[in-house]
């Protein structure tokens, strides 16, 4: 159908040719064979023109169906290599979300481990309080013993006063006895003497034997106020024992006692120890997390540029350089540190009153805590300006007022380039 129609193109141009250029020659000279000569010779330039112009067009097709074939190669290998990296993509970000999953697992356990060491150290803190208040009971019955071994040695001082006096008492009545005995030798030598005169013995007899019934009677009574102080002393000196040993029981249970406490102080200690070692962890697990969230967001910001952009001859950066040119070059340099969510802290800070509830939300949503976020941007401006941004000092954060302005351009810089991240 096409060749028909070319066919009928080619005689129609001949028709054409042949009958203006026969037309054209024969009106001035009527002179029919050099019309007609020249009317073949128009044909067959037309047709050799024809023919050329079609070999170009031809050509020119050729040439646009090779530059297609090539580019539709060049469009299958891109989209190949495309979905290869993407794969790569989705493997990484699975391998991403279970690294996350298994580190909230591990700081989970960590904070469960915490809450046990809290309950232990609540319980170890009651038996603390227990123990003081043993000791104290301790004490105030080691007071009440040195008043009662205090009462005990005047009682015992007093005592041996006693006895001091009563053994006086006894040699007083043995020196006495010693005179009657004497006395009562006397009288047998005088009642031997006397037996001559026994008139005056017979009177002298009921008086004497009155007096013997008397001093044996006393006798009897200081040899039983003896036996008596006898027993006294040894009761006292049972008892002085006793004392003696209870005290030495109290000694004893106090040096236990003393040895459990700093038995229980140590282990206190080492409590600590540990619960410090485990905050230490997990500030280093919530750091690895950020630093893992971060190294994720900016490699998938870096793919999906090279993605969307594979030409970088055709992105210009003019615009943004110009508006950096403000903002000195450290503060370039700490802009581009610092993650979407601690600028997003910096510019509640600046815009907000009381920008803790707001600190909290973005510190909730990154799975750490407002003061950690504040110690990392505050480390960072260190490490590249080697200056702090926020006071720490104070309960609600605030920007110190020589670095205000340099926040607000940062802002209005990370504000500006998010904007125009979607348009281009």
């Given at each position: ?189 005088e009642k031997q003497d006397a037996e001559s005169n026994l008139t005056l013995l017979d009177r002298l007899k009921p008086q004497l034997e009155e007096r013997l ?99 970088s001859d055709l992105i210009d950066l003019e615009p943004t350089s110009k508006k950096t040119s403000d903002l000195p070059q450290e503060w370039a340099k700490l ?12 510019k509640a800070i600046v815009e907000q009153e009381n920008p803790k509830a707001a600190i909290k939300h973005i510190a909730e949503t990154n799975i750490t805590m ?55």
């Amino acid at each position: 159908m096409q060749s028909a129609m070319v066919n009928n193109r080619f005689l129609l141009l001949g028709i054409v040719a042949f009958s203006v250029s026969f037309g054209l020659s024969l009106v001035p000279t009527w002179d029919f064979s050099k019309a007609f000569l020249t009317g073949a010779i128009t044909v067959i330039a037309s047709y050799a023109a024809a023919l050329f112009v079609d070999n170009i067009r031809r050509n020119h097709e050729m040439l646009v169906l090779g530059s297609l074939h090539k580019r539709i190669k060049d469009l299958e290998s891109l989209k190949s290599r495309l979905v290869r990296e993407i794969n790569k993509i989705e493997e990484h970000r699975a391998l991403l979300y279970t690294e996350s999953n298994q580190l909230q697992n591990q700081v989970l356990e960590c904070r469960n481990h915490r809450d046990s060491l809290n309950r232990e150290l609540g319980s170890f803190v009651g038996q603390k309080k227990q123990l003081e208040a043993e000791i104290n009971f301790l004490q105030t019955e080691l007071t009440n013993l040195d008043k009662s071994k205090g009462e005990l040695n005047n009682s015992f001082s007093a005592l041996t006063a006693e006895k001091r006096r009563l053994e006086l008492n006894s040699n007083v009545s043995r020196a006495e006895i010693t005179k009657l005995q004497t006395q009562i030798s006397e009288l047998q030598q005088e009642k031997q003497d006397a037996e001559s005169n026994l008139t005056l013995l017979d009177r002298l007899k009921p008086q004497l034997e009155e007096r013997l019934y008397e001093l044996r009677v006393e006798l009897q009574e200081l040899e039983n106020q003896v036996t008596q102080h006898n027993e006294l002393i040894l009761t006292k000196k049972a008892e002085k024992e006793k004392t003696e040993a209870s005290l030495n029981l109290l000694q004893n249970q106090i040096k236990e006692r003393k040895t459990e406490l700093n038995h229980l102080q140590e282990q206190f200690l080492l409590l600590q120890q540990e619960r410090d070692l485990l905050q230490n962890e997990v500030w280093e697990l919530l750091q690895q997390t950020e630093t893992y969230n971060q190294q994720s967001l900016i490699e998938n910001e870096v793919e999906e540029d090279v993605d969307l952009f594979p030409f970088s001859d055709l992105i210009d950066l003019e615009p943004t350089s110009k508006k950096t040119s403000d903002l000195p070059q450290e503060w370039a340099k700490l802009l581009q540190q610092l993650p979407a969510y601690e600028i997003e802290v910096l510019k509640a800070i600046v815009e907000q009153e009381n920008p803790k509830a707001a600190i909290k939300h973005i510190a909730e949503t990154n799975i750490t805590m407002p003061n950690l976020l504040i110690d990392s941007i505050n480390e960072r401006a260190n490490d590249t300006i080697e200056e702090l941004i926020i006071d720490p000092s104070l309960e609600t954060p605030e920007i110190y007022q020589d670095h205000v302005t340099n926040v607000k351009k940062m802002i209005a810089m990370y504000e500006l380039t998010t904007r125009q991240a979607p348009s281009n």
